[in-house]
């Protein structure tokens, strides 16, 4: 990999690396209305070697110092593409110590270095997502650099938080059949998920380890006719956490008698210090965009799950099933998604098929 001067250089990070990657993760804070301490406590190396089929974790090291100064993050999966299997990549994990983030030389070469194995691994569509809170990254990564792939606006990306035992704006459909998954459904959820995903860009492509390794749960109709909705309830909680550090603005007013919340339907603010306890909806689709079904599936989930304070799903801008959620006292925060193109003499976004709604995996960002 590439030298930036004799004092830094690029390669990629082993398992000896973990305790330095843990200690810049934690270095950085999301500061807001609530601030929280993203970490991949107790391996953050296997916590990040984790989020893909193949995770390229890119380190620059200072041999002056002997530390990694910052690291970022190539993850590539395979996800359907304008409704075939192609490979993905995802760019994430972009850390610079605290001591080093003037040192504007070691992101641009990072990104030189990740471009590569790009290029190397014949990955045609890669993305990432910035908080939309988040303007100093907003403005490093927009502004156009020669070393620096050129970050195409792709459209918000929304996560939602809700309380779980939720309550049915809808009357309840009892002749529906909602179930925790069993080796009986696998295939069936398989061919479900895979029928949908083909129709929006960026599904994930599950492989049938994925359906028996993850607690997937399933809505189907009178008898078990057809599968109606299907989704994964994944708990990362012992691999990768969130942290409350403390709360500002009226949140700092309110968190006292935040055990009234759920009065009103939103969950409870979690005590300074503690870790989040929450799953994410994960690999989920519903027949037909049917409104009534997703309501059905995620009241019933929810109240599956209840030991559980809160969970977590995530829409694209123009994924139909946004509108639901109004219906459904919830918390949310804003990204953008940008697809990152080395390229840069045609756009990325030109090619993808408009008549395809986006669908990011939210338990993957």
Known sequence: MNNISGRYYFEFA???????????????????????????????????????????????????????????VLAINSCFVNGHKKKVGYLFGLR??????????????????????????????????????????????????????LYEFLEAYTVNILKTNLKSEIKPNRSL??????ESDFK????????????????????????????FYVLYSKNKEEVLASGAAWDQGEYKQYIIKKYAGILRLLSPFSKLFPLFGYPPLPKAGSVLNFFTLSFWGVKDNDPDIFMEFI???????????????????????????????????????????????????????????????????
């Open 14 to 72: 082993d398992e000896k690396d973990s305790s330095e990657i843990l200690e810049i993760l934690e270095e950085d804070n999301f500061q807001g209305k609530i601030s929280l301490l993203y970490t991949r406590r107790p391996n953050a190396y296997k916590s990040i070697k984790s989020e893909g089929e193949e995770v390229f974790i890119v380190v620059c090291r200072d041999r002056e110092k002997e530390v990694i100064a910052g690291f970022g």
């Open 96 to 149: 610079v110590r605290k001591e080093y983030q003037k040192k504007a030389r070691i992101i641009h070469h990072g990104y030189e270095n990740l471009g590569k194995i790009i290029s190397e691994k014949g990955i045609e569509f890669c993305y990432t997502t910035i908080l939309s809170e988040n303007n100093n990254a907003e403005r490093l990564l927009e502004k156009k650099r020669r070393l620096m792939p």
């Open 177 to 182: 059949i909602f179930k925790r998954a069993e």
């Open 188 to 215: 069936r959820i398989e061919i479900f998920l895979k029928q949908l995903g083909q129709k929006q860009n960026l599904f994930p492509v599950l492989h049938p380890d994925d359906i028996k390794t993850k607690p």
């Open 299 to 365: 009241t019933r989930l929810s109240q599956a799950l209840s030991h559980y304070p809160f969970f977590v799903l995530g829409f694209s801008h123009h994924d139909p099933m946004q509108r639901v959620l109004r219906k459904i006292p919830h918390v949310e925060y804003t990204s953008k998604i940008y697809l990152v193109n080395w390229d840069k003499q045609e756009s990325k976004i030109n090619k993808l098929n408009k008549q395809y709604p986006i669908y990011l995996e939210c338990a993957r960002l």
